[in-house]
């Protein structure tokens, strides 16, 4: 249970060959955070959620999801605000809740990042295809072989993603070159995936049926035997724990939809995770967050409305082979008799560039998680060192580049969603809940009020418990069989902090050094030394 002062908190962040150079303004964050909250979600969740769990009101299902985001937005605003270090929710409970919740939270979130960018790789893989045989440059022959270029190709009888590789290695060359290139990059995709965004809203209402929105919350039993009843494995947790069958259609449907579309938020945290790098990171930290997030949000009610009126459920469970279970925005353009040609190839590259802009920014918010466990000693500590040019981890860079080529490019891992969601939901409970533990910490310090420059959560502690809360219910939301396979992964990283990091914590091999650290920064921030009277000090 040891923990850190934040002042000392920050003073490790000025270690010269572990540090990182702030280039990045209020603008650059909320461009990272539409980035990579606007992918594959926006496209897929909302058609494949309205045809399997929900109906016309996966509107709802977005909203809550977008209102529990929010409260735990605000939290992280307010601790990015007192600890402009990288590692977010990590570095934010090791202040507040001890070293072995901040493990804990660190080994989510990179299951989080890792697995998150995974799937969405994978998918990018998957729409390149897609790419390829829309501009006729892919495709099949009249035998059903396969023809022209195809982004998997066969190894020795093991199949291999190409182009995916190729797209985590352009991008993690671009992010070891320095995180401001990057993102300039990321700001010109992400115009272009906005764009896009906004002519789908545009052609979809021009399609819109006001009856495809009855009923706006079907029965359980109106999607059929298939939906209706799964395995005790499939089932959400709280349905399993209420001895309820079905969590389909109806309030249930609602909620369990809102679990799964939850995934179409995922990376917005990551912008905090970008705080040791950005200029005057107590206003522009709080903006970045707060500013992406609305703007996502705002874009997803939309274009599930728009979805809704284009196809109903059923429709857009007969379209697909599997149920709905694949159904995209481009499955309700199919639907329509005289969509224009043009749309599909438009929706196609606007999926292509948002998914790219997703994976840069994931591998961004993952280096930066990895890199402030390894500055702490709990990772081994040579891998956090610093390019003295760029200022970025390039060994991380490289590193978690190899590790995501292996596991993404030969291996499938479209089972994994929710457990993106899982280690996500698990970071926001803690770090909503340590809200009120950082100002009882700081009042108990005589810290006093926050500085005026200090975001700070409206209606503490009751907006920050009801944050926490919400989160814990979203989670209940999520199958027994994503939390078995969390449960799973918990359990290595307890194996790995008691047989490694708990021995190698910086923390815990130089107490007496971070004391000093925390002095000397509590000095500097108030103008004293040690020559300076007692009186004076107080």
């Known amino acids: 249970m040891r923990r850190r002062s934040i002042a000392a908190t920050i003073a490790v962040s000025d270690e010269p060959e572990r540090q990182l150079k702030r280039t990045l303004g209020a603008w650059d964050l909320v461009v990272l955070g539409i980035s990579v909250v606007i992918g594959a979600g926006i496209f897929s969740k909302a058609a494949q959620v309205s045809a399997t769990q929900t109906g016309p009101s996966v509107v709802i299902s977005f909203v809550i999801a977008g209102i529990v985001c929010a409260l735990a937005a605000l939290c992280y605003a307010e601790f990015a605000s007192y600890m402009p270090v990288a590692g977010s929710a990590y570095t934010f409970s090791y202040a507040s809740m001890g070293e072995l919740l ?22 990018w893989g998957l729409y390149f295809d897609n790419f390829l045989n829309v501009f006729g440059l892919g495709g099949v022959d009249a035998d059903g072989v396969p023809s022209g270029i ?20 352009v991008l993690a060359v671009l992010l070891a070159a320095g995180t401001k290139l990057s993102t300039r990059v990321t700001g010109v995709l992400t115009a272009i995936k906005v764009a896009i965004v906004l002519l789908i809203i545009v ?3 021009a399609f819109f049926s006001a009856s495809n929105l009855s009923p706006f919350v079907p029965s ?32 249930m449907g609602i909620l369990a939809g809102a679990g799964t579309v939850f995934f ?6 990551v912008v905090a995770t970008a705080a040791e790098e950005t200029k005057n990171p107590r206003r522009n930290v709080p903006r970045g967050i707060l500013g992406g997030l609305a703007i996502c949000t705002g874009l997803y009610i939309a274009v599930s409305i728009a979805l809704s009126g284009m196809a109903t459920p059923q429709q857009l469970r007969d379209a697909t082979p599997d149920g709905g279970a694949s159904a995209t925005i481009i499955t309700a353009f199919q639907l329509q008799e005289n969509a224009p040609t043009w749309a599909t190839q438009v929706i196609t590259v606007g999926i292509l560039v948002g998914l790219t802009t997703v994976v840069m920014v994931l591998m961004l918010g993952l280096t930066r998680i990895v890199f402030a466990m390894s500055r702490d000693g709990l990772l081994p500590r040579g891998m956090s060192k610093t390019s003295e040019k760029r200022g970025t981890p390039v060994t991380i860079q490289v590193g978690t580049a190899v590790l995501l080529v292996i596991v993404t490019c030969f291996f499938s891992v479209d089972v994994l969603g929710n457990m993106v969601n ?75 902090y ?22 000397e920064a509590l000095q500097t921030a108030v103008g004293v030394d040690d020559d300076t009277p007692r009186a004076s000090r107080r």
């Open 102 to 123: 901040a493990w804990i939270i660190g080994w989510d979130l990179i299951l989080e990042m890792f697995f998150a960018a995974s799937v969405v790789a994978k998918a």
């Open 150 to 169: 195809h982004n998997t190709v066969q190894l020795g009888g093991v199949s291999f993603d190409w182009g995916t590789a190729v797209l985590i290695a």
């Open 203 to 205: 052609v979809g209402f």
């Open 220 to 251: 359980p039993e109106s999607f059929g035997e298939s939906t209706t009843h799964g395995t005790t494995m499939t089932q959400t947790l709280f349905s399993w724990m209420a001895g309820a069958e079905l969590s389909v259609g109806g309030v």
């Open 264 to 269: 179409a938020f995922i990376g917005f945290d």
């Open 422 to 496: 899982i280690g996500t939901l698990s970071a926001f409970v803690l770090v909503s809940f340590g809200i009120p533990i950082l100002r009882r910490r700081q009042l108990k310090a005589g810290g006093g009020e926050a500085r005026a420059d200090h975001f700070k959560v409206p209606w503490s502690p009751v907006l920050p418990i009801v944050s926490g809360v919400l989160c814990l219910w979203l989670m209940l939301q999520l199958d027994v069989e994503t939390w078995l396979r969390f449960l799973v992964w918990l359990a290595l990283g307890f194996a790995i």
């Open 498 to 519: 008691f047989l490694y990091g708990y021995r190698s914590s910086q923390l815990g091999k130089n107490p007496d050094q971070l004391a000093a650290d925390y002095r």
